[in-house]
């Protein structure tokens, strides 16, 4: 993939990475995607629905999710990877399996989306650099089987800052291009509700590091907390979150409900005057 593909940065339109989860147990559609068939649909309709990119997953990340062997990461996504090449929707593949990444990547993949930040494998970062393709490093605290057991910061975006800084020396020391980082503050990943929304009220803070920032808080427990919703009645908390990122610097959302938090990211585009020529 070209990297003008997925612009980013000041002045350029929020992007809107839409979900695929070719799971059984995601906390959101675990299930519904039967097989790849069904997976490749679901993508079509997010990239008709105004997806700039797709993020195709084979491991549910939810906490306490159990981890999945790469082969059968690889069974359930690489099909997917393979019938979307004919999309000019970019692909991100949501792993952080090396070889997982190594084979989507040869199918045409544009992006890993790492939620360990290169710590889950010691051959990512050079499946990486060897691609030479954009790389989200993600925070999270401890493993999505422990990591909502009593999270502590001395400062939660400090925190995560540091955290940043030394993942992108390391994939930068590793061949990783400085330019294709983005960086992912893992909302909802070894967090507290009160996290979360520092998260979100702080996050223009993390633009001081240079590199893109992308969000994902999409139908979280967070937003359940806060409206004491269940999953699947959180889109308008959704938005709202969806609408305070983009205000607050996110060059991209992570979300289940294209069509309509794109719409969302597009009127909060125009409030800052984002992607507009006037």
């Known amino acids: 993939m070209e990297t003008e593909t997925l612009q980013v940065g000041a002045g350029q339109k929020t992007l809107v ?91 045409g993949v544009s992006m890993v989306n790492d939620i360990t930040a290169l710590r889950g494998d010691p051959d990512m970062a050079a499946v990486v650099a060897g691609a030479g393709c954009h790389c989200v490093l993600m925070h999270m605290q401890g493993a999505p089987r422990t990591m909502q057991r009593d999270p502590r910061y001395d400062d939660v975006i400090d925190d995560i800052a540091a955290f940043f800084e030394e993942r992108m020396a390391f994939a930068v020391a590793e061949g990783v291009r400085e330019e294709a980082i983005w960086l992912d503050p893992g909302f909802g990943f070894g967090k507290t509700v009160d996290h979360n929304l520092t998260i979100l009220r702080r996050l223009a803070e993390f633009k001081r590091l240079g590199r893109p920032i992308l969000i994902g808080t999409s139908n979280k427990s967070t937003i359940g907390a806060v409206l004491d919703l269940p999953v699947q009645e959180r889109m308008e908390g959704t938005a709202a979150t969806v609408a305070v990122a983009v205000c607050n610097g996110a060059d991209a959302v992570r979300v289940h409900d294209v069509r309509a938090m794109a719409r969302v990211a597009r009127m909060s585009d125009a409030i800052i005057k984002r992607g507009r020529d006037d």
């Open 17 to 107: 990475m839409g979900v695929v989860n070719v799971t059984p147990d995601s906390f959101y559609d675990g299930g519904r995607l039967a097989g790849p068939a069904e997976a490749v649909a679901h993508a079509q309709t997010l990239a008709a629905d105004g997806a700039d990119l797709l993020d195709i997953g084979g491991e549910s990340s939810r906490p306490g999710a159990e981890p999945v062997p790469p082969a059968e990461e690889m069974a359930r996504v690489l099909p997917v990877c393979e019938r979307l090449q004919a999309l000019p929707t970019p692909v991100s593949i949501d792993t952080y399996h090396a070889e997982t990444a190594r084979r989507a990547l040869a199918l």
